[in-house]
């Protein structure tokens, strides 16, 4: 059965840094693209950044681009979020997604969601 | 950058055809995969390529994909499909992925 299991939200100060998990079991790990995706309370989904199966590809959102930092590791089944000079505006639950079939994001779907996350961003 | 378009709302009875919209440019030429997102929960997959279901979601939920439009069809609505529905692409000429803005359906 596959399973994500995100981690690492909480409360934190605008301009704060946070980083996000995403325990991954179930399938073979490496195999597979991740995303996070994010929902912003009352609001809809928005795509967050992609990385490839091997973790040498990666695409991010123009909203989160040089702030955000998408990694993963193999040998754990971990897929990472860090997230740097965080706004009010990254306030919002964070899931992590399965590329169904493809070990590069080129336009699949996501077949497995986690529970998501909450990141807050206050002061 | 790509936009996806849906209608903020549908509102069906019970036991009717629901028929979700999502337009963008051109987008019979790209395979769109469909969303459904209860209260408090994550999505879950319920149609991808356009017109295939995963396994476990019921024939009543189905897809098509044509010129600028494409339609998630679910047949004889009831209650436990009242939820949020969203279509995805993926734009290759920005390698992002985009949502549409997400329909709340309403089973009257």
């Known amino acids: 059965e596959v399973q994500l299991l995100e981690s690492g939200g909480g409360l934190v100060q605008p301009g704060g840094s946070l980083r996000l998990s995403c325990a991954a079991s179930?399938?073979?790990?490496?195999?597979?693209?991740m995303s996070w995706v994010r929902q912003a309370p009352g609001k809809g989904l928005e795509w967050v950044s992609a990385?490839?199966?091997?973790?040498?590809?990666?695409y991010y959102a123009d909203s989160v681009k040089g702030r955000f930092t998408i990694s993963r590791d193999n040998s754990k089944n971990t897929l990472y979020l860090q997230m740097n000079s965080l706004r009010a505006e990254d306030t919002a639950v964070y899931y992590c997604?399965?590329?169904?079939?493809?070990?590069?994001?080129?336009?699949?779907?996501?077949?497995?969601w986690g529970q998501g996350t909450l990141v807050t961003v206050s002061s | 950058s790509y936009v996806l378009t849906q209608p903020p709302s549908v509102s069906v009875a019970p036991g009717q055809t629901a028929r979700i919209t999502c337009g963008g440019n051109?987008?019979?030429?790209?395979?769109v995969p469909w969303y459904q997102q209860k209260p408090g929960q994550a999505p879950v997959l319920v149609v991808y390529?356009?017109?295939d279901r995963p396994s476990g979601i019921p024939e009543r939920f189905s897809g098509s994909n044509s010129g600028n439009t494409a339609t998630l069809t679910i047949s004889r609505v009831e209650a436990g499909d009242e939820a949020d529905y969203y279509c995805?692409?993926?734009?290759?000429?920005?390698?992002?992925?985009?949502f549409g803005g997400g329909t709340k359906l309403t089973v009257l």
């Open positions: 051109n987008i019979g030429s790209k395979t």
């Open positions: 179930g399938f073979t790990f490496i195999t597979n693209a």
């Open positions: 990385i490839s199966g091997s973790g040498g590809t990666t």
């Open positions: 995805q692409v993926w734009d290759s000429s920005s390698d992002h992925w985009v």
């Open positions: 997604a399965k590329d169904g079939r493809t070990t590069v994001p080129t336009g699949d779907y996501f077949d497995y």
């Open positions: 390529d356009d017109s």
